[in-house]
């Protein structure tokens, strides 16, 4: 439970209707796909924000959304298994670092230290 009590943050067994919500989709499909995350507990959820700098802030610059509304949210993904519903999520999860690429020149790992004596009886 949250100790601090916001004048717009209802208590999470509140029930209200969200309004029109910006939906992340999935990008580059003909038909639109709605997009579905896990919480931290791993249960399937349908995510929805309340304006397009929200989800810009936690999502990133360039995603795609289309603007629903709360029940037509919970009516297309609530027969894939996603009864929940986030409204504006904030991102968690430490930034990843990102990975060297290959050189032709090497591997990516370092080969483990031999011991001298095992190596001079496997060559």
Known sequence: MCLF???????????????????????GRAEVVVRLFRTPLGARTAVGFTSAERLEATLGVGRPWIRLSESALRAMTGPVGASLLTVDPTLTAPAVAPVAPATATGPLTTPMPQDPDVAARTV
Do not use: H, K
């Open 5 to 27: 009590q916001y004048d717009d943050d209802p208590e999470p067994e509140e029930r209200f209707p969200a309004g029109p919500l910006y939906v992340p989709v999935l990008p």
